[in-house]
């Protein structure tokens, strides 16, 4: 925990040199975020009439005659349709087999109250279910019948007397999700997200955003409010945001950020042990509406792994260009390279541990990033303002043939080629998972509703024969959004 202290000192003495600049003036016209406690501030509907949304009456709950204290409701209401054909490439029991497609429930609900400028409480329900899943729901993914999700109390206050800055301390049941989401998220993609009992310290100025956190994992439970802290894994870190320029036409900023994790045992690459791993990254993310959009992100861990030590990195980012013409089309590039171990008697670890990760590859096959290289190039198009299209083909492989395939639980889901060598002389070679190619159509019908529709075929490769029956994939989901 020494360490702890030590990153923690350093996050108050680096945030207090920071240099003041003017507050920028919000002109965000989107009123929810991912992150439900990241919704616009509602208090403005305390002078602010021209809006009339339904919604409006429960957004803006005055407690005092200032309005300074007043309460927030919303939630998201999610149905989701999903079919497969030959799921996990046709390597499943009998009885899993789904031939008619199953039904996702989300339903999520949360209460957010501010008291005065320095005090505020935010809770949040989930709901999740699944319907007519053959085998019924597999463990983590699919159910959480009732929980709570978040329930935190945050105090904040400005620092100096410009009240340019801000630090707030948050204690409680929270959601993360820095940066790409690499590392640390709630996981949006499936049905029931990831929180976290943990400890935020957070610094905001114009130009600087910091979070210095420690806390467990959830650990997801199908009753009634029997959802339990992960005592044994623990996570802790310091993550930056610097903006290194803000103009109308681009927004460039830099992500530095360090983050510690330790877990009392885990399996990686057919070995079981403690795994205690300090991962140190960099992003640079350069945006605007026209022209070339780019992001880059690099990844180094280190520490011990059942008392091998760590060497283990990942490279990823992507590129393109949107250009002028009907549909603005957006035609760009991405990639990932995530190491695997190179070899399993040299006692160094090479595995790619991305902890709490969204799913890769959309969300036909949820994996993780571990030991996987991937290509991805993509085409997204403008069909009208509320409709899009993307077109993105992934070309996957494992980056060594002696570690295996990870689910996004980062559970090894299938074992390294180099093991079937007495049966393939060439085993080492099979490292080509395969392609996947898929439409993802989203129609944004008003602020509320928002629908997704995508189809996705994945070819398999040479490493999925090897290991298993290697069918080709077909994998539909639609699904409907509420958000208010």
Known sequence: MNVVFIFLLFFLQAVQAQPSKPVPVQTNSNFYNIIRYNDRDFSFLRTDTSDHDFFNPIKYIPFSPQGSSFLTLGGELREEFRYYQNENWGDISPERIDTDGFLWHRFMVHADMRLGKHFRIF???????????????????????????????????????????????????????????????????????????????????????????????????????????????????????????????????????????????????????????????????????????????????????????????????????????????????????????????????????????????????????????????????????????????????????????????TVQSRIAPALKRQTDPNAETKRLVGNQYSALVTWNIQRHLRLFVEATYFTAGEYLRLTGAGRDMFYGAVQLQLTF
């Open 123 to 409: 809770g949040q329900l989930k709901n999740c279910l699944v319907f007519s899943r053959a085998g019924g729901a597999r463990p983590v993914v699919d159910e959480d019948s009732l929980d709570v999700h978040q329930a935190f109390l945050e105090v904040s206050g400005d620092v100096g007397t410009s009240g340019e800055q801000a630090f707030a301390l948050r204690i409680g049941r929270q959601e993360y999700n820095f940066g790409a989401a690499r590392l640390l998220t709630m996981r949006d993609g499936i049905n029931v997200r990831q929180s976290f009992d943990a400890l935020t310290i957070k610094y905001r100025s114009p130009s600087v955003v910091a979070d210095a956190f420690i806390g467990q994992g959830l650990d997801t439970k199908r009753g009634i409010f029997d959802d339990e802290r992960m005592r044994s894994e623990t996570t802790w870190g310091l993550y930056t945001t610097t903006t290194l320029q803000q103009q109308p036409e681009r927004t460039t900023s830099l992500d530095a950020y360090y983050i510690g994790f330790e877990r009392a045992a885990w399996r990686f690459a057919g070995v079981m042990g403690k795994d205690q791993r300090h991962s140190f990254g960099g992003r640079v993310n350069s945006r605007a509406k026209e022209g070339l959009n780019a992001e880059a992100e690099a990844i180094f861990q280190t520490g011990t792994f059942a008392k091998e030590a760590i060497f283990a990195y990942l490279f990823a980012g992507s590129v393109n260009y949107t250009f002028t013409l009907p549909l603005q089309p957006a035609l760009g590039l991405g990639w990932s390279v995530a190491s695997g171990d190179q070899n399993p008697t040299d006692r160094i670890s090479n595995t790619f541990n991305p902890m709490y990760p969204k799913p890769i590859v959309t969300f036909g096959q949820a994996l993780a990033s571990t030991n996987l290289s991937i290509l991805q190039p993509f085409l997204n198009l403008s069909i009208a303002p509320p409709l899009q299209l993307q077109l993105t083909a992934y070309f996957l492989a494992l980056t060594s043939a002696y570690d295996g395939l990870y689910a996004v639980s």
